[in-house]
């Protein structure tokens, strides 16, 4: 949505959850009041943490940060569109059938794929083509098998 306030939350998972609480979250709860849709950039890998304070704000989309507990974010944020960040170091270092392995776990770990996306960001140069290609496979079988269940 080209109207969705992205807010980049990077420094959140340097504090704790109940600092979030007490300081962050009654200015993000003005903020995302005021600017909808609302969505957050949580790039850590704790956002199972975060994410039943995060579920306070009225959400339309949050990343999912690598190494989060893809599972325990949905249950907190049911209805948010969650974007399932891959590791950019993994994604330059490991072999392909490694990249669709944690692909389809995040996959798989997310539950019902209507509200889910896939991304690497931040990959550094040489980041090898196949990578790419395995993690792109793996969405696009999912997107079939989503394709037929609504069927």
């Not at 995302?32 to 950039?41: D, M, N, V, W």
Request: charged letters at 20%; a negative charge.
């Amino acid at each position: 949505d080209p109207c969705l306030f992205f807010h980049a939350n990077c420094s959140v998972q340097m504090i704790s959850p109940q600092n979030y609480r007490q300081i962050q979250l009654p200015v993000e709860k003005r903020m995302a009041e005021r600017i909808q849709p609302y969505g957050i950039h949580h790039c850590g890998n704790n956002l199972h943490k975060i994410a039943p304070i995060y579920a306070e704000l009225p959400l339309a989309m949050v990343d999912v940060g690598w190494g989060s507990d893809v599972t325990a974010v949905r249950t907190a944020l049911p209805d948010a569109f969650l974007n399932l960040l891959l590791d950019p170091v993994r994604m330059l270092n490991a072999k392909p059938a490694e990249i669709a392995a944690d692909t389809e776990g995040l996959l798989r770990a997310a539950g019902p794929l209507g509200n889910i996306g896939v991304c690497c960001i931040n990959m550094d140069y040489g980041t090898p083509d196949e990578n790419i290609y395995a993690m792109v496979e793996v969405v696009k079988r999912y997107r079939m098998s989503l394709r037929d269940f609504k069927l």
